[in-house]
């Protein structure tokens, strides 16, 4: 479509991160963004203990709440749409995005079960970085592996702890009471366009990636029946039928990009938006945010980095990639097949460095020179030369999510001395989850399928040091986004396609999306130096990556916190 119809016409974006939402009011002709507000979440990420209680949670818990989303769509999509000075008469579509797998326990009609018994933890929804279920998803994999099931290389031969089926096993196990009635096992993703629309529907990209649809279909009854029997009936509170069909009692499986409804008079009133307007079908954070950076072809490789890194790439060919976090046809792009890898910590590990470790003096010199802790070690680090730290670090604080897909691995800093440093840690954790990123793009060539260009979004754009790490170990140039908002924009992109503003989102990211080209360049001799300490890198990630010593130290300390 021509642009000039689009141009008095505008779409919001927004993106439901970890600790707070965004949304951005974009136009739909070009993509700018004329308006944007955030509302932080008021309880945050839940890792210790429920709200308003003294009910404790166990090691590696992390739930969110309900209510905290329904606040960004009645806080911060008014105040976008006031600051953008728009009339939301022109508002012709909104969509959205989410952390993933976020997912929820709820009602047939959508009620999350934390409403009516918040003194229940499996009630609540368990948040992205919840690897609780580590055990549950290793009994999973051994047996998918042992049966041969088709769908695990799929999913580089091991899905996550982080995922639907990980997650509701261990619900049945420890609270099969809040299981029982859980009518809905639902992605947040979907859940908050039910809440828009008034209508149930789910996505093919969530279903694939974290839900284990492949070719039509989820684990067969018999598979989760050996699992435990009485989790045969699982895929029952999924609710899902075949793609773009309403088969039997489930719901729309729906393709990216299209309407999954129009906005209903209750979220019309939250939002200050038009009853009517065009729901976008809905999304993962990560993946929308290939269109808001024009990177729907095949090859272009989306690092999305900040608390965490998801590498989200189209591509035309099928392959099977070690430790990937998934392929899925059409889980991008409608056409092609769409491959997900990722870091469970990135930003999460250099903000848990600055708050344990850093000593008072660092935090005063910050603040005399008016910064930030992490710029005041980023400027130190930067003065060092390649190797000057004599350190090397395994970037697994979070634990391993590709390509060896175990959230009870452990990070590991080596050659520390008497004589380090904290910039010198701060250096080594940097150039460990570069590292981390040279193995995936590595198993992803390895596997045949070509990673021909690197685009980098997300908040840690925001450091041009630790953008230029990545250059010189990756050895290749970096694109960045043209947008410090890119899940918002590529949510919104998707909603102008949804409202039929554009025929599809290659169309839409082509007018909308933007990315400047080799922003960042490798430098040779830095390069070089680095392929020494990756070197190192990969001997340990080969030595811990079998989690021998480091599960037994987890181990201990459950026990000892238990």
Same mark, same amino acid.
């Given at each position: 479509?021509?642009?000039?119809?689009?141009a008095?016409k505008?779409?919001?974006?927004?993106?439901?991160?970890?600790?707070? /939402?965004r949304?951005?009011?974009? +136009?739909?002709?070009?993509?700018?963004?004329?308006?944007s507000?955030?509302?932080?979440?008021?309880?945050?990420?839940?890792? &210790?203990?429920?709200?308003?209680?003294?009910?404790?949670?166990?090691?590696?818990?992390?739930?969110?709440?309900?209510?905290?989303?329904?606040?960004?769509?009645?806080?911060?999509?008014?105040?976008?749409?006031?600051?953008?000075?728009?009339?939301?008469?022109?508002?012709?579509?909104?969509?959205?995005?989410?952390?993933?797998?976020?997912?929820l326990?709820?009602?047939a009609?959508?009620?999350?079960?934390?409403?009516?018994?918040?003194?229940?933890?499996?009630?609540?929804?368990?948040?992205?970085?919840?690897?609780?279920?580590?055990?549950?998803?290793?009994?999973?994999?051994? !047996?998918?592996?042992?049966?041969g099931?088709?769908?695990?290389?799929? =999913?580089?031969g091991?899905?996550?702890?982080?995922?639907?089926?990980?997650?509701?096993?261990?619900?049945?196990?420890?609270?099969?009471?809040?299981?029982?009635?859980?009518?809905?096992?639902?992605? $947040?993703?979907?859940?908050?366009?039910?809440? !828009?629309?008034?209508?149930?529907?789910? #996505?093919?990209?969530?279903?694939g990636?974290?839900?284990?649809?492949?070719?039509?279909?989820?684990?067969?009854?018999?598979?989760?029946? @050996?699992? #435990?029997?009485?989790?045969? /009936?699982?895929?029952?509170?999924?609710?899902?039928?075949?793609?773009?069909?309403?088969?039997?009692?489930?719901? +729309?499986?729906?393709?990216?990009?299209?309407?999954?409804?129009?906005l209903?008079?209750?979220?019309?009133?939250?939002?200050?938006?038009?009853e009517?307007?065009?729901?976008?079908?809905?999304?993962?954070?990560?993946?929308?945010?290939?269109? *808001?950076?024009?990177?729907?072809?095949?090859?272009?490789?989306?690092?999305?980095?900040?608390?965490?890194?998801?590498?989200?790439?189209?591509?035309?060919? !099928?392959?099977?990639?070690?430790?990937?976090?998934?392929?899925v %046809?059409?889980?991008?792009?409608?056409?092609?097949?769409?491959?997900?890898?990722?870091q469970?910590?990135?930003?999460?590990?250099?903000?848990?460095?600055?708050?344990?470790?850093?000593?008072? *003096?660092?935090?005063? %010199?910050?603040?005399?020179?008016?910064?930030?802790?992490?710029?005041?070690?980023?400027?130190?680090?930067?003065?060092?030369?390649?190797g000057?730290?004599?350190?090397?670090?395994?970037?697994?604080? /979070?634990?391993? +999510?590709?390509?060896?897909?175990?959230? #009870?691995?452990?990070?590991?800093?080596?050659?520390?001395?008497?004589?380090?440093?904290?910039?010198?840690v701060?250096r080594?954790?940097?150039? $460990?989850?570069?590292?981390?990123?040279?193995?995936?793009?590595?198993?992803?060539?390895?596997?045949?399928?070509p990673?021909?260009?690197?685009?980098?979004?997300?908040?840690?754009?925001?450091?041009?040091?630790?953008?230029?790490? =990545?250059?010189?170990?990756?050895?290749?140039p970096?694109?960045?986004?043209?947008?410090?908002?890119?899940?918002? !924009?590529?949510?919104?992109?998707?909603?102008?396609?949804?409202?039929?503003?554009?025929?599809d989102?290659?169309?839409?990211?082509?007018?909308?999306?933007?990315?400047?080209?080799a922003?960042?360049?490798?430098?040779?001799?830095?390069?070089?130096?680095?392929? &020494?300490?990756?070197?190192?890198?990969?001997?340990?990630? @080969?030595?811990? /990556?079998?989690?021998?010593?480091?599960?037994?130290? +987890?181990?201990?300390? #459950?026990?000892?916190?238990?």
């Amino acid at each position: 479509m021509e642009s000039h119809v689009n141009a008095n016409k505008f779409v919001v974006g927004v993106d439901f991160g970890t600790l707070s /939402g965004r949304a951005v009011v974009v +136009r739909v002709s070009d993509g700018a963004e004329l308006g944007s507000a955030v509302h932080e979440y008021a309880h945050g990420v839940i890792e &210790r203990e429920l709200p308003g209680s003294d009910v404790r949670l166990g090691p590696d818990w992390a739930l969110q709440s309900p209510q905290d989303w329904i606040d960004v769509l009645r806080v911060a999509v008014p105040a976008a749409v006031a600051a953008a000075g728009v009339s939301p008469a022109d508002v012709i579509g909104i969509g959205t995005d989410f952390t993933a797998c976020t997912v929820l326990p709820a009602t047939a009609d959508g009620t999350p079960l934390c409403f009516e018994t918040p003194e229940l933890p499996h009630a609540w929804p368990k948040l992205w970085k919840h690897h609780a279920a580590q055990p549950h998803a290793d009994r999973i994999n051994a !047996l998918a592996a042992r049966r041969g099931e088709s769908w695990l290389p799929r =999913y580089g031969g091991k899905i996550s702890s982080e995922w639907e089926f990980a997650k509701a096993l261990q619900v049945l196990e420890e609270d099969p009471g809040t299981y029982e009635r859980a009518e809905r096992w639902i992605e $947040a993703a979907d859940w908050i366009v039910w809440q !828009l629309t008034g209508v149930e529907s789910r #996505n093919i990209c969530t279903a694939g990636y974290k839900g284990i649809f492949q070719d039509g279909g989820y684990p067969s009854e018999d598979f989760l029946a @050996e699992l #435990n029997p009485a989790f045969a /009936g699982f895929t029952g509170k999924l609710a899902t039928g075949q793609v773009g069909e309403d088969a039997g009692k489930g719901v +729309r499986l729906a393709a990216l990009g299209a309407p999954a409804g129009t906005l209903s008079a209750r979220a019309a009133a939250w939002t200050g938006l038009p009853e009517g307007v065009a729901v976008a079908v809905g999304n993962v954070d990560a993946h929308v945010t290939a269109a *808001a950076a024009d990177a729907v072809a095949p090859g272009r490789m989306v690092a999305i980095m900040g608390t965490s890194t998801c590498h989200i790439m189209p591509s035309d060919r !099928l392959a099977e990639v070690p430790g990937m976090c998934g392929v899925v %046809r059409d889980g991008i792009v409608p056409g092609l097949w769409g491959y997900e890898a990722g870091q469970s910590a990135v930003g999460d590990i250099f903000a848990w460095f600055v708050d344990a470790f850093v000593p008072a *003096a660092y935090t005063r %010199r910050a603040a005399e020179q008016g910064v930030s802790v992490h710029a005041h070690l980023t400027a130190l680090a930067a003065e060092q030369a390649v190797g000057q730290h004599g350190l090397v670090a395994l970037d697994w604080f /979070g634990g391993n +999510r590709s390509v060896l897909v175990d959230h #009870n691995l452990s990070g590991v800093v080596l050659g520390q001395t008497l004589a380090t440093r904290p910039e010198d840690v701060y250096r080594a954790l940097i150039e $460990a989850t570069a590292y981390g990123a040279r193995t995936i793009v590595e198993t992803f060539e390895k596997s045949g399928v070509p990673v021909e260009e690197f685009v980098v979004a997300g908040g840690l754009l925001k450091n041009p040091f630790l953008m230029q790490v =990545y250059a010189d170990v990756l050895r290749r140039p970096l694109s960045v986004i043209g947008s410090d908002q890119g899940p918002a !924009l590529g949510s919104a992109i998707h909603a102008a396609v949804a409202a039929g503003a554009y025929d599809d989102i290659q169309a839409a990211a082509a007018a909308m999306g933007k990315r400047t080209e080799a922003a960042y360049v490798p430098d040779e001799a830095r390069a070089d130096a680095y392929d &020494r300490l990756y070197a190192e890198y990969r001997d340990l990630h @080969e030595h811990f /990556g079998d989690g021998k010593a480091l599960h037994r130290l +987890r181990a201990i300390r #459950n026990e000892a916190r238990a």
